[in-house]
């Protein structure tokens, strides 16, 4: 096991070498130049030559690159353009507050698609089994701009039972929470109906009946362990995702997260901003996937790894 864990450490740091090549590439590729947005339009000749002098724009892009690479190792993601401050402190500022929609999302998804997922497999083939996955499907084939928009539309413009947008209380996460983790408790529901199913054809679970114990005991002492074993890999995945991907739901919420900070990074051409929220985002969720990868080798005993990390 301790192999594993540091065989899967080692494999980490190709990929993070890689996603910061890749960050600093595409941010170098948007249209326009940052100097002049930094400068203005109307700005000197002169003067955006110096900010672009400043910015470290008129080096090489290996130099760029190089001199990008080793301020990340001393953990400095630059300075913000726009805001004139370190991009480090801006983030700290606003990922405890993705991570707060995250995890309210992935607790609400949890909630309703496991709960779902283990109904609908005990009901199998049932009105219940039925509407669940209708559920599941409506909550996986609804766009997240289209969902928002609705339950902003009915609940806070119509109901007037939330806040349309904004901060700052508990009433003010419940709509983007759902916004973000409805797909999330669709693919759950999924899954975790599938893998209970497949669990509840195994031999122990027809032994355990046959024993005379309670649907009750058979389903919640030996099947529901096996079974979320998978589901734990997905959830796993999914709070990766959903931290990453909360862009759209912080935006049209007015949520003050790192995805809202990065479309206003974007737009004002912001480079150093934009660079440090890719950066840390995509490390959270390399750092999340390998969390994932040893949870489950540890609780799934069948899994076995060898000193070259082969799976038996």
């Known amino acids: 096991m301790r192999t594993y864990i540091v065989q899967r450490l080692l494999l980490s740091v190709p990929v993070i070498f890689g996603v910061s090549l890749l960050v600093f590439s595409i941010v170098r590729l948007l249209p326009g130049d940052p100097a002049i947005a930094v400068a203005g339009v109307h700005a000197t000749p002169a003067y955006i030559s110096q900010v672009r002098e400043e910015l ?33 402190a ?57 969902l928002a928009l609705m339950l ?5 413009v119509h109901l007037g039972i939330f806040p349309s947008a904004g901060s700052g209380t508990i ?15 669709g693919l759950l529901a999924r899954m975790t109906r599938s893998s209970m199913l497949e669990v ?63 479309v206003d990074a974007i737009l004002t051409r912001d480079y150093p901003v934009v660079q440090g929220t890719v950066l840390v985002l995509s490390v959270s969720f390399v750092g999340i996937n390998l969390a994932v990868d040893i949870l489950y080798a540890y609780l799934d005993p069948r899994i076995r790894f060898d000193v070259k990390g082969g799976a038996g």
């Open 152 to 156: 902003q539309l009915f609940f806070a």
């Open 90 to 146: 801006i983030l700290l500022e606003r990922f405890p507050r993705t991570l707060e929609l995250t995890v309210a999302a992935l607790l609400l998804a949890a909630l309703l698609g496991v709960t779902a997922g283990i109904f609908s497999a005990v009901t199998r083939n049932s009105i219940i089994d039925g509407a669940a996955m209708l559920a599941s499907l409506a909550g996986l084939a609804a766009p997240v701009f289209w």
């Open 56 to 88: 470290g724009l008129d080096k090489g892009l290996h130099v760029q690159y190089y001199l990008f690479a080793a301020n990340l190792l001393r953990g400095d993601l630059g300075t913000s353009t726009f805001y004139k401050r370190p991009v480090s």
């Open 171 to 185: 009433f003010h996460l419940i709509l983007p929470s759902i916004t973000l983790g409805a797909a999330s408790a």
């Open 200 to 262: 509840l054809r195994q031999e122990y679970i027809t032994t355990a009946r046959a024993k005379g114990l309670s649907e009750t005991i058979v389903i919640g002492k030996h099947a529901l362990k096996n079974a979320l074993i998978p589901v734990l890999t997905v959830l796993g995945l999914q709070f990766g995702s959903l931290l990453g991907g909360a862009v759209l739901t912080e935006t049209i919420f007015a949520w003050p997260g790192v995805g809202r900070l990065l």
